[in-house]
């Protein structure tokens, strides 16, 4: 999908002995969305954005190879006769020594002859510079300003990490002036090194510049247009994120020294074959385990007891992306896991006082947000009409940010409506759930609507769930509802075979336990999100019980 922005002028940064000011360009094309501010906790933010980038670079993708020029050459090497060789050597070497003396005499006596080569190749480095710029800003942190914090987001180039950094006002001071809202900026490739001259005895002035949504009728060039077909798997992933950080997962805390621990054996340990998997070992009372395969070394966390219910034991995979969290440990005082289950996505949440950090990695590195991970099909589906869903997102916008109990309140409506509204809102780029205040907030991912039809339907088990519901072809042959916990089981008919699908969805109508009959099922369970039958037992159960 193309979207176009349009900056005033572009980030600007400027250095001095005593301070450095930082000020970001935003998009003028969208609401108007600023901050002014400077910074108190200089070196812990400049720790965190560093991690955020961190985020943004990384790529853990195999990348096999290319072998085809080398078996090339062994091929002809096959070929040569190496006597002929030889006396060809001696007189290449013969000729190679007189140019050499021709060329060393040339260059000492004509070294202006040369200027225009060394003034071709400045040139080439500048436009290889400038085109690699370019590049780089495709996937630009979104910078979003709320009355209580600024928060970062991010995405990896591979896809399968996310970031996303929030800054309470506490970490700033003499805040000149803010406008709450989303915006995209100018983000330069030279940022990040300009964030490392950070330091605590400079004032560091932070600038979502509002003079960027100045407008000029003039002939002067004041703004730079940029047109970015940015990838449909981009977005989606983003709503996926979202999506899977209001599921229902494990949670527990990590000291800092802990996560440092886990570091160091992905450190000093390198896999040559698999498992390649980390098993969190969770026994209520008892310190957190976690087991490293294939060399099944245990770390035990003896800072930190696991306080739940029932022992279990979770695996996850795609472990070296933690080292982007090795830059926070100095300056955490905690780390809040989140894991969704064996072989789902996990997030790290770093507790740094006025800031948070939140690392989301999927399954596992191949396994991308965007093509495998359809965590929005497991968040709740409750049918909301569109009068209701914009009243319930107008109020949430009065506040920006609000647990769905007190917005549920406030609204005079079921619980169930809100949680329905708000994630249709999130898969829709409209919200975020912010896992470290347990909070749902306003993030509008792009000015205009998201083309739904081409993001949502990364695959077709969601369309084939419909098209089950209008052929009548869905049963539901069981129905107990236990605290609230509902249990569905029924049958799909799908051409001429029949599925038994059965699926367990909690209060806050969120698919928890799921089961089928089909091949697709008994291959994935989970992990790349409900089938097609499952889902059109859910669907059949929402539209009868209405």
Request: proline share 5%.
């Amino acid at each position: 999908m193309e979207v176009n922005y349009a900056y005033k002028g572009s980030t600007a940064v400027v250095d001095q002995g005593d301070r450095t000011q930082m000020s970001f360009s935003p998009d003028t094309k969208r609401e108007p969305t600023f901050f002014i501010g400077e910074l108190r906790q200089n070196v812990a933010f400049r720790e965190a954005i560093s991690a955020l980038h961190d985020v943004v670079v990384s790529d853990m993708r195999f990348k096999p190879k290319d072998k085809t020029a080398y078996k090339e050459w062994a091929a002809k090497q096959l070929e040569i006769d190496w006597q002929l060789v030889a006396v060809q050597r001696q007189e290449v070497a013969s000729r190679i020594k007189q140019l050499r003396d021709e060329l060393q005499e040339l260059y000492n006596n004509c070294y202006q002859r040369l200027k225009p080569y060394y003034d071709a190749r400045d040139k080439f480095r500048r436009y290889v510079y400038e085109k690699q710029v370019d590049l780089y800003f495709l996937f630009d942190p979104v910078i979003t300003v709320h009355p209580d914090e600024i928060f970062f987001e991010c995405f990896s180039v591979d896809e399968s990490s996310y970031g996303r950094l929030g800054a309470s006002y506490e970490v700033f001071k003499n805040i000149d002036e803010f406008a709450c809202g989303t915006t995209n900026i100018d983000y330069s490739h030279d940022l990040y090194q300009e964030f490392q001259k950070i330091r605590s005895y400079k004032s560091t002035r932070l600038e979502v510049d509002p003079s960027g949504f100045e407008v000029t009728t003039t002939n002067e060039e004041a703004f730079k247009e940029v047109k970015i077909d940015l990838p449909d798997s981009w977005v989606r992933g983003f709503l996926q994120v979202s999506s899977a950080m209001s599921l229902p997962a494990t949670r527990f805390n990590l000291h800092p020294m802990d996560i440092h621990n886990l570091c160091f054996v992905l450190r000093r340990h390198k896999e040559t074959k698999g498992p390649r998997s980390m098993r969190y070992h969770l026994t209520p009372g008892q310190p957190v385990r976690v087991v490293f395969e294939p060399w099944d070394i245990e770390v035990v966390c003896a800072r930190s007891p696991y306080y739940g219910t029932s022992e279990q034991v979770i695996r996850v995979w795609g472990r070296r992306r933690l080292h982007i969290l090795e830059r926070l440990i100095p300056i955490a005082k905690k780390f809040t896991v989140h894991l969704l289950g064996t072989g789902m996505p996990s997030f790290y949440v770093a507790d740094l006082g006025d800031m948070s950090f939140t690392l989301g990695l999927s399954g596992w590195t191949a396994n991308d947000w965007a093509q495998s991970g359809n965590f929005d099909l497991m968040a709740p589906r409750s049918e909301v009409d569109n009068v209701t869903k914009q009243r319930i997102f107008n109020a949430l916008k009065q506040n920006w940010a609000e647990p769905p109990d007190v917005l549920a309140q406030r609204l005079g409506l079921d619980r169930s409506l809100v949680l329905g509204a708000l994630s249709a809102y999130t898969q829709a780029g409209s919200a975020i759930y912010d896992l470290n205040k347990q909070v749902y907030r306003v993030r509008e991912l792009s000015r205009e609507p998201l083309p739904m039809d081409k993001l949502r339907f990364a695959n077709e088990r969601e369309e084939k769930a419909t098209r089950f519901l209008s052929r009548n072809t869905v049963r539901v042959t069981s129905c107990n509802v236990n605290d609230g916990v509902l249990t569905l089981q029924g049958s799909v008919q799908d051409g001429s075979k029949t599925y038994n699908p059965s699926l367990t969805i909690d209060p806050d109508q969120r698919i928890i336990e799921a089961m089928c009959t089909c091949n697709w099922h008994q291959q994935n369970k989970l992990f790349k999100g409900p089938c097609e039958h499952i889902l059109a037992l859910r669907m059949q159960h929402v539209r009868t019980s209405r």
